[in-house]
């Protein structure tokens, strides 16, 4: 007796350097005594896919980027398939800009994932970056350096130094590890505070806050990181009294959502130096305007939204989607499964 397929389509450019040997890269994840054989075709577009599919069923449908051609693609295959579809992937984290685009779809059959996870460690490493960065002076050292003058001057030591966490989830609390290890005083906000793990509560030696107490936190803290997912309630969050709540030698750090972060506020905080610096590397419109007024500051650190990516970047999520698919051809639970009423 034959088994099932299961069909899953991936949007996305089949002569990228990623899907080499992909073929033999599934054959080898997946074990042969599955109760549904899994099968891939990767398109990145409509006239692509109306080429080259077969006809079967799909099951699942995979996005590597939240480009328009692949969003009308989806649609496509939501409206044709939409009594077979039983996943949805986003090989991202962030699924806010592609929520509102499927809205119109009935989802309650459909189980939503995506790559949470797979970027932490990187992004907890950024973090420590943007950190030291500022502790150990760099923007002056590279000025005088420019100057060619030979001046010593001080530089701070991180550890002792308390840093706030204000989205306590996967990559805050990679973030967090990474602190705790160079012995910085960690505290954090989450939105449920009750709802942490035992490593949580360690990392954080029980200093874990609601979002009703985040004047407190930031009042607290030397280093403020925003690890915030972009849904309504985060919309604004730091403007320019959450400035003025911070230490003035306090350092802002957002590898969130750019949605939470009022630019120009920030800009007015830097240049008054309300507070001592900033790091951004996502922003509220990507890129950043050219005539935004944060590109001039010498107290901020600006990149282009690259604080995860690496050159396997996504073969890490790639990874994770298949250990988790496995799962779900197994019959067991998938993981990283987005919460439609969160948003993420």
């Known amino acids: 007796m034959s088994k099932k397929i299961f069909n899953c389509i991936i949007l996305g450019d089949k002569q990228k350097k990623i899907f080499k040997n992909f073929d033999h890269y599934v054959s080898e994840k997946f074990p042969k005594d599955l109760p549904r054989i899994p099968k891939f075709q990767i398109v990145k577009n409509i006239e692509e896919f109306e080429k080259e599919y077969d006809g079967t069923d799909i099951n699942a449908v995979g996005f590597v980027l939240q480009r328009k051609e692949q969003v009308d693609l989806m649609k496509k295959i939501y409206d044709e398939q939409k009594k077979n579809l039983e996943i949805i992937h986003s090989f991202t984290v962030g699924v806010d800009k592609f929520l509102p685009k499927i809205k119109h779809f009935d989802l309650s059959n459909i189980i939503i994932t995506n790559a949470k996870g797979s970027f932490s460690d990187i992004l907890a490493e950024y973090v420590l970056y943007a950190i030291l960065y500022f502790a150990k002076n760099t923007p002056y050292f590279k000025q005088v350096q420019k100057e060619k003058k030979w001046v010593e001057h001080n530089i701070h030591p991180i550890k002792d130094a308390t840093v706030s966490i204000i989205g306590l989830g996967d990559v805050g609390t990679q973030v ?6 160079n ?22 030696n029980g200093n874990i806050y609601g979002n009703y107490q985040l004047d407190e936190v930031l009042e607290q803290s030397d280093y ?18 959450k400035f003025k709540k911070m230490k003035k030698k306090a350092v802002f750090i957002n590898i969130g959502r750019g949605n939470c972060v009022v630019e120009e506020d920030l800009e007015i905080a830097l240049k008054e130096h309300i507070i001592r610096g900033a790091c951004l590397d996502v922003f509220k419109k990507e890129p950043l305007p050219k005539e935004s007024g944060l590109w001039d500051l010498e107290n901020i650190l600006l990149t282009s939204h690259s604080g995860n990516r690496t050159p396997d970047l996504f073969m890490q999520s790639q990874d994770a989607f298949m250990e988790n698919l496995k799962l779900h051809l197994q019959g067991k639970q998938m993981k990283n499964i987005v919460h439609l009423d969160r948003g993420y």
Do not use: H, W, Y
């Open 176 to 181: 967090a590890k990474q602190c705790k290890l």
């Open 183 to 204: 012995g910085m005083n960690v505290i954090a906000v989450k939105r449920d505070p009750l709802q942490v793990t035992q490593e949580q509560k360690e990392l954080c």
């Open 224 to 241: 403020v990181v925003s690890v915030l997912p972009a849904v309504q309630e985060t919309n604004d969050i730091f403007n320019i009294q």
